[in-house]
């Protein structure tokens, strides 16, 4: 028997609503037919939350992170008309932007401003692809093996139709992520994705450049699984068509029954990785190369925080952390205004919530620093900040089971008042088993759960730790369970000096 979603797209296509949007406008959200409200909207991103009803989120698609000033005005303009009280937008965990509070009756209009500016949000959610994840640094590392910037823009194109939708891919199984990777510290978190291009030279000499494919890695409330080789080697022109072909092969015979077990890694399950790759090169039209032998060559994950030159002589990057993701309208036009005044007017988005600037010129530098927005979003924060990445959680997210922006932020601020830290320590707050801050990657990672403290329920998070990136990147596994959120700033201080070598500061406020 099909599942509620699949009768729903069978009835009427996701996209459907694009047409009907001007209609939802006049009518008002009330009015809405309750599928299209809830799910079909989202086809377009447009999220209703029953926090806040009448008030929607949107979800962007900004692939490969590339955002440009005029772009952050638009965006910024969306959250200033939503009033400063209810007006946010979130840096997501895939390197995205999350708006919020806007009416229904805004939604036209907004469509129009995003079009201007060459920024789309649709088929951000539910059985679509999700935004494209590459380098936030691309086309400026000078260790880069790979410019991923040109390649995202195309698969999203091809995907979603130049930003206007694309039936072909409207009625997926289940959400589906891509990655491509182009330097070797794998800052994409490639083997979390359904489909990951992680870069591979074909020959010895390292002279022919492709990408090894994987397949298959997601993150789930039921099951994790690291993303596993398809045995595929492309080089970068086939990157779009293998895209193509590996979607047609799961939109056709991807697992629809039960929604938790339609991701892509149920079918390979099924049919084994060979059959998958079998059905991946007959759609293909070719044959596949096998699988370059793996680039030896280690590095450590990098986070792009802090000042960084550029390939191009005389230039340079800053990597500003964003605490937990968030910006309000003015923190956006001043981002708009620094980019175009020290740099060249673009921005970059990364997966841990954080923004770049490039293309500052060396005799720049020292001035930007010195702007009064770096207070706020440092380039140098400390090792306990710099580190923390945390999904929405409760303040709108339906199905959370605890706040977390709010408390991850007063827990890092605590504990780094407390501890000094010798090196960055990742810290990625999940508000539920979903795992969208993606915890498993982190050295200390939380799902949000109800614990029993005193004999009563309150909130607790289970604990994951041993998450590493980047070269032989593996998950993290789960060491405690239930710990009462209340517990959290002992419990972590002494996991901080017995595994990441914290040192209680002399006048801090460490708490027994
Ligand atoms: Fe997620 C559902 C937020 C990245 C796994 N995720 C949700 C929903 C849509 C729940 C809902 O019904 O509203 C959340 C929206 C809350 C809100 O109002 O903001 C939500 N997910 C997010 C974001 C915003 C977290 C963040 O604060 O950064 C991230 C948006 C990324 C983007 O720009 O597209 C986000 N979600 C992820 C990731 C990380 C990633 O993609 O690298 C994962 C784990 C990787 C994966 O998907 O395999 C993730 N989200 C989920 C799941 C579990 C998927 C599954 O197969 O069961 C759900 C639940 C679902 O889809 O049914 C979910
Ligand atoms: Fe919501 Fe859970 Fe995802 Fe956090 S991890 S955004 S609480 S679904």
Redesign the pocket.
Known sequence: MANKIETLKAAKDGLAVKAEIQRFAEIGWEAIDDDDLQHRL?WLGV?F?KSTPGRF?V??RIPNGLLNSDQMRVLAGVVEKCGEQHGVA?????????I?SFPIEDVPEMFEKFRSVGLTSVQ??MDNI??I?GSPVAGIDANELYDTRELAIQVQNLLTNNGEGNPAFTNLP??F?I?IAGCRDNST?AE???LAFVPAFKDENKETFGFNVLVG??????RIAAAIPLNVWVAPEDVVALCEALLIVFRDNGLREK??K??LMFLIDEWGIEKFREEVEKQMGKPLASAATKDEIAWEKRDHIGVHPQKQTGLNYVGLQIPV?RMYASDMYEFARLADKYGNGDLRLT?E?NLIITNIPDALVPELLQEPLLEKFPAFPDNLMRGL?????NQ?????IVETKNRSLALTKQLSAAYDLPKTVRIHWSGCP?????PQVADIGFTGCKARKEGKVVDGVDIYMGGTVGKDAHLGTCVMEKVPCEDLYEVVGKLLVERFGAIPKQNGTVLT
């Open positions: 989202k999220f939350r989120m979800r962007m979130d840096i997501t965990t895939r390197q995205n932007i999350q919020r951000s959610a999700r935004n994840t289940r959400k992520n990655a978190h979390i994705n359904d890695g997601f993150f789930s409330a039921k929604r938790d339609a991701r993701g997966v919530q990445v945390s999904c929405t959680g709108f997210c339906p199905v959370a979903n795992s969208c801050a993606q």
